[in-house]
């Protein structure tokens, strides 16, 4: 009988989520876009706090490099997304504010 790596595992399990990811992102309608993003950005904050922990229980520098990596994209994510989110919600601003600046 043949035995399936860990790593291959990993590799198809990738790939399933980003393939499903793409389905589900391209059916959702323009109006729901705003909200689907900040959900999404609290669904990366938890990434962002398990990549952390991946990198704290890292033992070889392999595991902490890709670790350290895990944590900078994910942290990366995070702050992008919040930005993209913000901006998106000023454009639905009626007060006539500019972006950057307070009352």
């Not at 059916?27 to 959900?39: A, D, F, N, Q």
């Not at 950005?41 to 490099?65: D, K, R, S, Y």
Request: aromatic content about 8%; cysteine-free; overall charge neutral.
């Amino acid at each position: 009988m043949i035995e399936i790596s860990a790593f291959w595992t990993a590799i198809y399990i990738a790939m399933l989520a980003a393939f499903t990811g793409y389905v589900v992102i391209s059916r959702v309608p323009v109006i729901l876009h705003t909200p689907l993003m900040s959900g999404s950005n609290f669904i990366h904050g938890i990434v962002l706090v398990g990549a952390m922990v991946a990198l704290g229980l890292a033992t070889t520098p392999l595991e902490q490099v890709i670790g350290f990596v895990a944590v900078v994209l994910g942290a990366a994510n995070v702050t992008g997304g919040y930005v993209v989110t913000e901006r998106i919600l000023q454009m639905f601003d009626k007060s006539g504010r500019k972006p950057g600046k307070e009352a």
